[in-house]
């Protein structure tokens, strides 16, 4: 099986962790990578992450935070930020990049759920691909809308099928 490619959730936040790697780069791209860390981290991190940081930044992050920032970017400045934008990644660093119902932590599979369908306003998820794919296809086995609980809540536990009436 191949090697998960994963955040650690401690850093989440971490002032600390952001400046140790930013001191690790050239003087010129340091600026570049700490935003990019920022938006990618701090809960009250940048909800934009202009072109240029993004290039600059990108050859010093790992591989999980280029997949993650490239994956986030398209959602808050590229041509999904329409149907996305800034509640979709704060809904995926909420979650810390793991699956919110099984808490798979592989980066390559997570997806923003739309939980009430593609409506303005409408809250998101971050599902995994098998998760996303149970919770979208549940309707086709009840008739029902699926999404959160009363309160506002998704099921702790893995999503299952329900049978026919």
């Avoid at 860390?37 to 790992?62: F, I, S, T």
């Avoid at 329409?82 to 979650?95: D, E, F, N, P, T």
């Avoid at 919110?100 to 592989?106: G, I, L, Q, W």
């Avoid at 998820?125 to 309160?151: F, M, Q, V, Y």
Wanted: aromatic share 6%; proline share 7%.
């Amino acid at each position: 099986m191949p090697e998960l490619i994963a955040i650690d959730g401690s850093r989440f936040n971490d002032d600390e962790y952001i400046e140790s790697r930013t001191e690790t780069v050239p003087v010129p791209d340091r600026g570049s990578l700490r935003t990019a860390l920022a938006y990618l981290y701090k809960d009250d991190g940048p909800v934009n992450l202009p072109r240029d940081r993004l290039l600059v930044a990108e050859p010093h992050l790992e591989a999980a935070e280029r997949l993650v920032i490239r994956w986030l970017y398209t959602r808050t400045n590229g041509n999904l930020r329409s149907s996305y934008g800034v509640a979709a990644l704060r809904a995926a660093r909420a979650s810390r990049y793991l699956c919110e119902v099984c808490k798979f932590a592989d980066v390559r599979v997570l997806n923003l759920d739309h939980v009430n369908g593609r409506v303005v306003g409408t809250p998101f998820a971050c599902l995994c691909a098998n998760c996303h794919t149970i919770k979208s296809r549940a309707s086709d086995w009840t008739g029902e809308k699926p999404g959160r609980d009363s309160t506002g809540e998704l099921p702790n536990e893995p999503l299952q099928p329900t049978e026919p009436a």
